[in-house]
């Protein structure tokens, strides 16, 4: 019975160390991308990425990028 709680426990360990990957993966990618396609800061796209995951990378997309 105590098994239970233990598996769950490390699937959700698994899914929230997955997260924090993807979330850092995100943050270096709009920095790297910012550098070469940006007519900002990249450092100011990456810090409004870190303070606004979802809505920092929309922002990115939409503002932040030059047409190609």
Known sequence: MALVPLAAAGIGALFGLAML????GIIVWVYS??????????VLWALVVFFAPFLGLILYWLLGRTQA
Do not use: E, F, K, W
Not at 21 to 24: E, P
């Open 21 to 24: 990957v993807l979330y850092i």
């Open 33 to 42: 991308d910012a550098q070469t396609n940006s007519p900002h800061s990249p």
